[in-house]
């Protein structure tokens, strides 16, 4: 097989981590890395859904501790490189030299869009301890290709290796995935990624857009675990480069298999577009708000839909999942009042 | 007289401080002391006839005898530097970075308690929100788990705090554990930078075991509220606090339910706007502690 036209990451063990609850096994973690290292993926991310440390109330407690799991998965990769995620404010650099120390190759450093400068003690920390360091900017949506470009520029001079456009909420059209792309392309030394869910139907034409646009390096998740409606599938988006003749180093039906017999029977529910993913698309609100808003919306007798929606409107960001009790508890006491005599 | 006070650091917290040191009764501002001459807050005191300086913490140690209290808000890493200069002028400091060198004070919870050490730590903004939130339910329960999750406009979170963003994750978590009482204690922090700027918010989950008195939990809570409210007047409940059902797998053991307290802080807009409630926590909390080391003193002198 020739060399790859773009580095693929497959975060199934991260972000696909949210469409199982952070519950994965030890033998979960190890049956997908294996199947994926042999069908050939250059990268696999492996953490909690949101990165070292999320185990909380607010995201929801790991099932097993995330160094187990990242242990299980460098053991089990033969020539993938382990990739983890660090959110600062949540993670902290202690998380980057536990994973170092386990054997762990890449830390992607991820803020708000319009957070950088928080990262510049990870990515420091990271290049210190012989990791390669890339910038992870999220919620890239809410700001213009320039404003994204600024902060890119910055991860960069904090001496990030690899900087990427974060389509958290999957509420990008294709011509804004590919604006996004073209700036940073065009503004950074360092190659360029794209990460895109699925909300509204668009993480593989977007994936494409963007390495038409020049990027280098692509997330996906096989059988499109992951947040919201899920994230990019693996299988399909390489069984769509092979047919376009983009080199991506992956066996199409070893991707296939890994994704019908490892990930989807992982999976406690469908990853499809349903009412709620679609809302978080449209209204453009963090991917893992999905489940949380769904058990609060239970919990308090309120509608889903009006949850995200307002959560929207309040234009909250990743990690402010303890605003959906907020939204919450006030939905609930205004169909209260209308109730009330 | 009042006690005399230098506050170190001329940004946001420094100038804010100014504005509230001068408005207290039992305290007198000596000096504003930054290292930039040409910094907003130096100009501001200058205009409010302040004495103020660029000379940093070189114009403490030149007039010692004009100082009974430094107050630093400068950073971290500058003030390990300043408290070991003032622990050899031998002048106390109240320390708002989240350096932690002294013991840690939280004026609803243990004000009276270390006033006499050479150096109080103020912990964090977060920390001084939701650490008596969880001593509070720490009174009513025995909580294993306690996590907090602050989230601030970006546009109050300055090049210190950006920086150092693992020090205001681990100086708090250690806070709820220290002086909130939970066996474990977990912090997040988040900014957002919608326009116009969110006030501040704070969301405390505590683990409740079985067998907890949910109504003395929810009334600990509220009580405790009122006494933080007292120092901080933007300080209050944004929704009432919910007991939620798990069960829970917390790192202090699976427990039945949590309890769950939104806050919010609204800034006293002495300085900064209203939204930078962060800010106003902080220097409303130290100077709670100046005065009452100011009453302290005058109480040892009568």
Redesign the interface.
Known sequence: MSAADFRLTDSTLRDGSHAVRHQYTQRQVTDIVAGLDQAGVAVLEVAHGDGLGGSSFSYGFSGTNDMELISAAVAAAKTAKIACLLIPGIGTAEDLRAIADLGAAVARIATHCTEADIAEQHIGMAKELGLEAVGFLMMAHMIEPEQLLAQARKMQDYGADVVYCVDSAGAMTTPMARARIEALVAGLDIPVGIHAHENLSLSVANSLSALEAGALHVDACTAGAGAGAGNCPTEVLVAVCEKLGIETGVDVLAAASVAEETVRPALQRPQVVDRASLILGYAGVYGSFMLHSERAAARYGVSQAEILLELGRRKVVGGQEDMIIDVALELAARSGQEVSP | MGLRCAIIGSGNIGTDLMIKIRRSDQLELAALIGIDPASDGLARARSLGVEATPDGISWVADHPDRVDLVLDATSAHVHVRHAAVLAGLGIPVIDLTPAARGPKVIPAVNLAEHLDAPNLSMVTCGGQATTPIVAAVSRAADVRYA?M?S?VA?ASAG?GT?????E???TTARALEEIGGAAHG?A???????DPP?LM?N?V?CALPEGTDHQAVLDSVQRMVAGVAAYVPGYRL???P?I?EGP????GGTVPH?V?V?LEVEGAGDYLPPYAGNLDIMTAAAVRVAEAKAQRLAGVAA
């Open positions: 996590e999750v989230t970006s090049p950006r920086q150092n963003i693992d205001f994750t681990r977990k997040i922090v988040i900014l957002n930078p919608a969110i918010r969301t989950f944004k929704n009432h919910v939620e829970f797998d917390t790192p949590r769950v939104l």
